[in-house]
């Protein structure tokens, strides 16, 4: 979607000062016994997920405000994911959610995908809310999906996530992440174990439908669109389920998803330790499920969950191999420019995670030496990795400086020019 020459030409005139800047990081790691050869490798392997929804306006539940060129659908939001890859070589999957994402034509969609050099990753159900266009959803969410009192409702949910598997397996596919809104507003509104129960039993139908070599990732969400309650709210539910549920489930982190001050790196390394971490959705919050851009507001927590995934890597957990994914909502911002910064964002924290000094680290933990152990994750935490990010990007053929090259080519202009103003206007409450 981005002219090569374009980058080219960008990157021929930063080649100098990158250089400059990647040699001086280079001596400077090597002292500290790195080899810079080896993080850049790393990081030019190193990928996450775009979500289909992201590339549109978010919004609240009190107004919208679309920018210009929105995508229209599936195949423009495709193409605005390929401008996030070809600018930064660190988003090479789109996730897709259904029905949010209205394919009639499955395969000719890969093959979209694959002429912008795109691949699709987890597939996302929706049971939280109603579909009304839907012959096949004539019962409604509201109170509940998957563990709804109703058993006709509950395989409703069961068979919408067994369409989702169908139609994630036409796209080369290989996981299904379920998100649910069930819980309750009220103190006895629910039934806590039964519910739980239910949502167990109909995860199961959905395992069950899962191809070989499929996983299940279950997400969990301490509150919203439930208040009170949610059936899956944490990541200790989350655990029981897909234990009970079977050996393709895992449990995903969304980092909104939590209380505010939960240690969510030590539920990272709970859960690789019981072999169950799924993967993640990244964005960043001050106050809930905030869905704001991925590093831009507590970096470090980012960076000390990508110190337990790299610890976790090296100590070779059996099956450790987490989806990495964004999950954010650009209010304010052209989402475009916020998946590449967010993208880059997460590659930064995998780098600095990288170069900690491990031997040092484990050996001011057994000595007990708080301070220095702590000095360690800070040391690599306060590395400027910037020269390693735009390198691995260059030798990628993606852009030493993506949100430069992206303004320049004027791309947002001319998708503006050829798909229509969307409105904007109130929220569902208001
Ligand atoms: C729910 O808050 C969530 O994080 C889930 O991943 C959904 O699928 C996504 O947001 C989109 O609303
Ligand atoms: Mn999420
Ligand atoms: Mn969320």
């Known amino acids: 979607m981005i002219d090569q020459n374009r980058i080219a030409a960008a990157n021929a005139r930063q080649e100098a000062d990158l250089r400059a800047d990647y040699d001086a990081l280079a001596h400077q790691l090597d002292r500290r016994g790195v080899n810079i050869e080896r993080i850049t490798e790393a990081v030019m392997a190193f990928g996450v997920a775009v979500p289909s929804w992201g590339v549109g306006t978010g919004g609240t539940r009190f107004a919208r405000f679309p920018g210009p060129g929105e995508p229209r659908h599936i195949f423009d939001k495709l193409e605005d994911c390929a401008v996030i890859q070809d600018l930064t070589a660190t988003t090479p999957r789109v ?3 259904f029905p949010w994402d209205q394919v009639e034509d499955m395969d000719g969609l890969f093959e979209s995908g694959r002429a912008l050099g795109l691949a699709f990753d987890a597939v996302n159900s929706n049971t939280f809310q109603d ?15 998957l563990s709804h009192t109703d058993p006709a409702v509950r395989q409703q949910a069961v068979e919408h996530n067994v369409l989702c598997i169908e139609l994630g397996r036409k796209v080369g596919a290989n996981a299904l992440t ?17 519910a739980f129960e239910r949502y167990v039993e109909s995860m199961q139908a959905v395992h069950g439908d899962l191809p070989e ?41 969304d980092l909104g998803h939590h209380a505010p001050n939960v240690n969510i ?15 993640f959705h990244f964005n960043d919050s001050k106050y809930g499920d905030d869905d704001l851009d991925a590093g831009s507001i507590d970096p470090f927590r980012l960076f000390l969950v990508f110190n337990e995934l790299v610890d976790a890597e090296r100590r070779g957990l059996a099956g450790f191999a987490p989806a990495y994914m964004l999950d954010q909502s650009h209010n304010v911002t052209d989402p475009i420019e916020s998946l590449m910064t967010s993208a880059i964002e997460v590659a930064r924290a995998y780098a600095q995670a ?9 050996q001011h933990q057994e000595a007990n030496d708080v301070m220095l152990a702590a000095q360690t994750l800070k040391r690599a935490f306060t590395t400027d990795v910037t020269p390693i990010l735009a390198m691995a990007r260059a030798r990628k053929g993606a852009a030493i ?11 947002r202009r001319q998708v503006a020019e050829i798909r229509p103003a969307a409105k904007g206007g109130g929220g569902g409450i208001v």
């Open 178 to 194: 379920v998100w649910i809104g069930d819980g309750s507003n009220f103190p006895g509104q629910a039934h806590f174990a039964r």
């Open 354 to 362: 990288l170069i900690v000094d491990r031997a040092s680290l484990d």
């Open 95 to 97: 996730s897709l959610h």
């Open 213 to 253: 070599g499929w996983k299940l990732f279950l997400e969990h969400k301490i509150h919203e669109p439930a208040f009170y309650s949610t059936v899956i709210q944490d990541w200790g539910s989350s655990l029981m389920a897909a234990q009970a549920i079977g050996p393709a489930a895992h449990c995903l982190v």
């Open 401 to 411: 400086d993506p949100l430069a090259v992206y303004r320049a080519s004027g791309y």
């Open 265 to 279: 790196e030590m539920i990272v390394a709970r859960l690789a330790a019981a072999g169950r971490l799924g993967g």
């Open 131 to 145: 579909h009304p266009a839907d012959p096949r959803h004539p019962l409604s969410y509201k109170f509940g999906s």
